[in-house]
């Protein structure tokens, strides 16, 4: 025999449910509101080797 009540127990499960669809509703507009595209700057590649060595960057790449 059970301490807790069997509808006690589903009506718990139902709260957390409810409680972590809505924060997963959250999330996703927050994400798409505000990270909706990347950040990368268009010289990226070579102010990071600029960086790293000290002087412009002689050889392009491309991705």
């Known amino acids: 025999m059970s301490l807790v009540p069997k509808n006690l127990n589903q ?3 139902r709260e957390i449910a409810f409680i972590l669809i809505i ?3 959250l999330l ?3 994400k798409h509101i505000w990270f ?3 950040t ?3 010289n990226f590649d070579s102010q990071v080797a600029e960086r790293i060595a000290g002087n412009p960057s002689q050889i392009k790449e491309t991705r």
């Open 36 to 38: 909706d595209a990347p």
């Open 28 to 30: 996703l507009t927050i």
């Open 11 to 13: 009506k718990v499960v």
């Open 23 to 25: 924060k997963v509703i």
């Open 40 to 42: 990368i700057p268009k």
